[in-house]
């Protein structure tokens, strides 16, 4: 039923380490993916995103992978700061679809 | 601007009342998207207009939920009767049409006793 999953609730890192953040999918119709970062009492805000066509996207300290084969992706955060504490939430669509899947969030801690 | 804004913030109501939550989306969105936030389900995605026609409601729980978008600027969505399992944050989002990016509002706490 869940399309998009992501398996660990919560995930502690000391600051200035890597965080990695994992998501998996079942659809393999859905070809656009994208993070959102949620701080307390706020709504999501964009992150970073990927389209099935490249296998990875780096945005300064976040960069994302794409392995199409296994219906996997991941968040990587280096270093972590404590300012990045938030939960992750990843989300897939179809290229052109409004229409996005999102998981279950991650809670990230950047221990300082 | 502004973003999106949503009304209100937190509601606390007694099971079997009306609910009626409130969007206001960008200006000069075309989209908008309302979702519901829990801990076992996540984000999931209730129903999304595309120039205020509702293009899919599928992910509207039950009969008791509805939404509607009177023009561009303003969106409800509204549970009659409201239960305890509604219980959950509401959040709203816009876009423009057929981009990848949704800017959400910072949503509404609802809470049904």
Known sequence: ?112 | DAGVIQSPRHEVTEMGQEVTLRCKPISGHNSLFWYRQTMMRGLELLIYFNNNVPIDDSGMPEDRFSAKMPNASFSTLKIQPSEPRDSAVYFCASSLLGDVEQYFGPGTRLTVT
């Open chain 1, 1 to 112: 039923d869940q399309q998009v999953k992501q398996n660990s609730p919560s995930l502690s890192v000391q600051e200035g380490r890597i965080s990695i953040l994992n998501c998996d999918y079942t659809n393999s119709m859905f070809d656009y993916f994208l993070w959102y970062k949620k701080y307390p009492a706020e709504g999501p805000t964009f992150l970073i995103s990927i389209s099935s066509i490249k296998d990875k996207n780096e945005d300064g300290r976040f960069t994302v992978f794409l392995n199409k084969s296994a219906k996997h992706l991941s968040l990587h955060i280096v270093p972590s700061q404590p300012g990045d504490s938030a939960v992750y939430f990843c989300a897939a669509s179809k290229l052109g679809g409004n229409q996005f899947y999102f998981g279950t969030g991650t809670s990230l801690t950047v221990i300082p």
